[in-house]
């Protein structure tokens, strides 16, 4: 492993050139639900036990399965009423599992993007070639069950190579020219989009997906309360905001229908929802129009403000 492997360069937060959003709004929003599945007993990978406990894994799985017979219902429900779409990071393999999902949200156009095919397989040890392989049967999934070109990537269980966003740029090219493979939500290191570098040179962007607003960090990590959750995500919303007046920032809440959409949970969620959606100047969107928006206004003028600060 390289001490840095270069996907980006140093630029501070201050005085870059500015972003307005769509409309002249300030903050980008999107809510980034991640509709998983996981297998009782996936194949061993020696560098990572899916379960912390011996198998069968009967609880760990079951919560999730309640996610998707229960809490799915639940967030989707909550984020019609605000008028949200979805930009869903999908374990592919539900599209043959629970194709009901799949068609539920595809009635209100919300956008498909990767997260493996299984979040119980791990890109860990995997060749080029394999992770390759990977990458492609998931980007067809999409296309296949949905019609969309799948634009983003989020490594599953956050098992992210040094190859991954090179393969998926490329994969996302060969499938769908520039429509296909052009974001990631695989690094988190800033509150705007920055241009990413590929092998290949394709533009391609990193898009913020907050691991601090992810409610699973925050509930099993953390280990925090639901109204203190909520709270949190009203704080963040609020210094994004505020910065946006100046440039346009993005906040992005990642969530796990087992999460979230518990029964004890979920009023936290929706009280946050109705405040950042009650706000104007915000754009409610999705992660590919993110990233599009940027790529086509932005991204150009972003790489030669690097350069020339480099240069400096």
Known sequence: MKEDPGFYDYW?????????????????????????????????NPHRKPWPQANPAVTGYSIRDF???????????????????????????????????????????WEFFSHGIYNTRYTYGLSSEQEKAIIRDGMESIYKHTGQKCAGYLAPALSHSEETIDLFAEVGTELFGDEGGIYTCDLFHDDQPTPIHTRSGKRFVSIPYSLEMNDTIAYVVQKIEPRRYGQQLKDCFDRLYEEGATSGTVMCIPTHNYQVSCAHRLKAFEEALEYITGHSDVWVTTGREIAEYYRDNYYDEAVQHIEQRGAA
């Open 12 to 44: 501070p937060y201050r005085d870059r050139p500015k972003i307005t959003w769509p409309g002249g709004a300030r903050l980008a929003f999107w809510v980034a639900p991640n509709i998983e599945f996981y297998e009782l007993n996936p194949p061993d």
């Open 67 to 109: 996610g998707n017979r229960v809490g799915h219902v639940r967030q989707m429900e909550v984020l019609d009423r605000y008028n949200i779409r979805g930009s869903i990071s999908l374990s592919t393999a539900l599209c043959d599992h629970h194709p009901e999902i799949i068609e539920m949200c595809k009635e209100r156009n």
